[in-house]
T-cell receptor, first 114, second 113 residues
Framework: GAVVSQHPSWVICKSGTSVKIECRSL??????MFWYRQFPKQSLMLMAT?????????EQGVEKDKFLINHASLTLSTLTVTSAHPEDSSFYIC??????????FGSGTRLTVV | KQEVTQIPAALSVPEGENLVLNCSFT??????LQWFRQDPGKGLTSLLL?????REQTSGRLNASLDKSSGRSTLYIAASQPGDSATYLC????????????FGPGTSLSVIP
């Protein structure tokens, strides 16, 4: 089946630094990828839709200058959390749309900003 | 605006019991519905995907049904095992394959040995 690889699985960074999270589709091409954020004991909230070769579409309330998304190829999308602060600490998950398998999700990234 | 709810929010059952998890959605114009499992601190594992034209899907001890007209889906787990303990999420995709996926809040399942 379709596989989405997400790295890193966890990261700890200092306040004010930037962190990049990668999401790769391993055995299929993903023209569209999605980035979600999950707070403890809550469901997934869509942050943005990443389209290969074009600008990402952000959901209402998501700061596009803080959460930079790049989808430069059909198999790779990246989310960069810029100038991270403790309130950005969360679980971030990417997914890719594959018409055969529906939505395939990465394993997630636990970000802790100290 | 599509809203997805799941009942119950939490469920604790003894090992071996059959159980049903419920998912409801407000807009019946959906492309498909997907059930996921999430273990603590982990990503999502897809369990079953039901296209809008289908009524149910089965995989091993899992059976998911879909009733679009009433806006409901159920996930049936037979002969539950402690390894089934996890949070179960249902997710609904909008009317077309390009629409967003909306997640329910999840049901936290605990199977007691």
């Amino acid at each position: 089946g379709a596989v989405v690889s997400q790295h890193p699985s966890w990261v700890i960074c200092k306040s004010g630094t930037s962190v990049k999270i990668e999401c790769r589709s391993l055995d299929f091409q993903a023209t569209t990828m999605f980035w979600y954020r999950q707070f403890p004991k809550q469901s997934l909230m869509l942050m943005a839709t990443s389209n290969e070769g074009s600008k990402a579409t952000y959901e209402q309330g998501v700061e596009k200058d803080k959460f930079l998304i790049n989808h430069a190829s059909l198999t790779l999308s990246t989310l960069t959390v810029t100038s991270a602060h403790p309130e950005d600490s969360s679980f971030y998950i990417c997914s890719a749309r594959d018409s055969l398998y529906g939505y395939t999700f990465g394993s997630g990234t636990r970000l802790t900003v100290v | 605006k599509q809203e997805v709810t799941q009942i119950p929010a939490a469920l604790s059952v003894p090992e071996g019991e059959n159980l049903v998890l419920n998912c409801s959605f407000t807009d019946s114009a959906i492309y498909n519905l997907q059930w996921f499992r999430q273990d603590p601190g982990k990503g999502l594992t897809s369990l079953l995907l039901i296209q809008s034209s289908q009524r149910e899907q089965t995989s091993g001890r899992l059976n998911a049904s879909l009733d679009k007209s009433s806006g409901r889906s159920t996930l049936y787990i037979a002969a539950s095992q402690p390894g089934d303990s996890a949070t179960y999420l249902c997710a609904v995709r909008g009317a077309t394959s390009y629409d967003k996926v909306i997640f329910g809040p999840g049901t936290s399942l605990s199977v007691i040995p």
